[in-house]
């Protein structure tokens, strides 16, 4: 059973960083498209970030306008570990993070929620101001 955990979520001023964890478990490759989405109890789940398990190059990583040029997100995947590196967080930036991942090798990144099969339970990332 694929099982994600994530970590690394806390409490910080605007304009710090963090660094979040997706550790994968219950699969013997590491090679299916992840992503990172976040979720208020004001707004619907929101794409965050998405890297393919193929095409792993960083730059070839797909952010939704709200983070790029401020979050990376990378993958580690003999370590079957996927990151979002947050830079320059601001209060809008608070929300539970949750990771996602393929249940196929696809090839491509993916922004719709529901093409992802398997979630984490998530971790809290709060930005004050």
């Known amino acids: 059973q694929v099982r994600l955990v994530e970590s690394g979520g806390g409490l910080v001023q605007a304009g710090a960083s963090l660094n979040l964890s997706c550790a994968a478990s219950g699969r013997t490759s590491g090679a299916y498209t992840m992503g990172w989405f976040r979720r208020t109890p004001e707004k619907e789940r929101e794409f965050v970030a998405a890297?393919?398990?193929?095409?792993?190059?960083?730059?070839?990583?797909e952010y939704a306008d709200s983070v790029k040029g401020r979050f990376t997100i990378s993958r580690d995947n003999a370590k079957n570990t996927l990151y979002l590196q947050m830079n320059g967080l601001k209060p809008d930036d608070t929300a539970m993070y949750s990771c996602a991942s393929s249940r196929y090798r696809l090839g491509y990144t993916q922004r719709d929620a529901q093409k992802y099969a398997y979630w984490g339970q998530g971790t809290q990332v709060t930005v004050s101001s």
């Open positions: 890297i393919d398990g193929i095409n792993t190059n960083t730059e070839l990583a």
